[in-house]
């Protein structure tokens, strides 16, 4: 595999080891981190992880480990830009099917990347975006 795509709570609960992740979503992480692939994290995702803290409804730990993450080079995790090819990818990823922007982000991320996007939310995995969990 090429890499991986997370969302908000994947990466959260992967980088705190929190027994929510799904055990296959666990897998693929482990596996790009023992293959020295990417973990590619959403630039919305970083975002939505400030929001989240300045809500109180995460800790600031989970960003400080998120950006510890994002800064140590021996990690594989990546920040993916919010570029001209995700915004282009937002048109395969329906509005319908994934309504809430920040999702549809994640979503046309992973697609414009061509990887798998790791995630929990219901309405990205029912929709044609290739997910894991």
Known sequence: MPGVTVDTHAIVWYLSRDPR???QAEN???SATAA?????????????LTYLVEKGRLPVAARDRLVQALDDPTTPCQLAPL?????DALEFV???EVPDLPDRI??????SLRVPLISRDRKIRASSVQTIW
């Open 94 to 96: 329906s509005r319908s």
């Open 28 to 30: 693929a992480l482990d």
């Open 36 to 48: 020295s692939e990417p973990i590619y994290v959403t630039s919305i995702c970083l975002v939505e």
């Open 21 to 23: 992740l799904s055990a």
């Open 106 to 111: 994640e979503a046309a991320t992973a697609a």
């Open 83 to 87: 570029d001209r090819m995700v915004a």
